[in-house]
């Protein structure tokens, strides 16, 4: 197995606090600005604002720019791009990142053509592997996955799951 496919393999088998930790990793890297965590720090609860995880910001001169995003490990719905065109009007977002490890649905390939007016992009997970070789986040000097780097992102999000869940913090 090449290093491109077993580093899919290694973001697929993140959890979701992990995977938006990473999120976040990437989005600083690629210069996104501010990223506050709004919601769903645990797997079961729903995201705030109706649909995302992240808002970015960053200024240019006296001009905000905000991005939001979503983060998720299952399948990516059409109805999830629906979520996120809400969330975008209701936030005053600039642009919309879905970011997925899962797969794609069928129609997401075509709906996302319609949200391109909204600016709502589709990061899959082959796109999310080169921006961590992109910016050399998880992976080592020969392109393959950074098990150890995982592994430390993963006792991190048990910590921080039982840090909320013991001090009655589930409620984010």
Same mark, same amino acid.
């Given at each position: 197995?090449?290093?491109?496919? $077993?580093?899919?393999?290694? @973001?697929?088998?993140? =959890?979701?606090?992990?995977? &938006?930790? +990473?999120? *976040?990793? %990437? ?21 705030? $604002?109706?649909?995302?995880? @992240?808002?970015?910001? =960053?200024?240019?001169?006296? &001009?905000? +720019?905000? *991005?939001? %995003? ?26 919309? @990142? ?75």
């Amino acid at each position: 197995m090449d290093n491109e496919r $077993l580093l899919e393999g290694a @973001l697929s088998k993140s =959890s979701l606090p992990a995977l &938006i930790n +990473l999120t *976040v990793k %990437v989005l600083a890297r690629s210069g996104y600005g501010d990223i506050e965590v709004l919601g769903r720090r645990l797997n079961w609860q729903k995201s705030k $604002l109706g649909g995302c995880e @992240l808002l970015c910001r =960053s200024f240019i001169g006296n &001009i905000e +720019l905000r *991005v939001i %995003v979503k983060v998720i490990r299952d399948f990516a719905r059409t109805r999830m791009l629906d979520e996120m065109a809400g969330a975008m009007d209701r936030l005053g977002a600039d642009l919309g @990142l879905l970011v997925t490890t899962g797969k794609l649905g069928v129609s997401v390939g075509s709906k996302a053509k319609l949200h391109i007016k909204s600016r709502i992009h589709v990061v899959d997970v082959k796109l999310l592997a080169e921006m961590l070789r992109y910016y050399r986040i998880g992976v080592r000097p020969d392109g393959s996955p950074d098990y150890a780097f995982f592994g430390s992102l993963e006792a991190k999000a048990k910590q921080f799951e039982s840090l909320l869940l013991a001090h009655g913090r589930n409620s984010w």
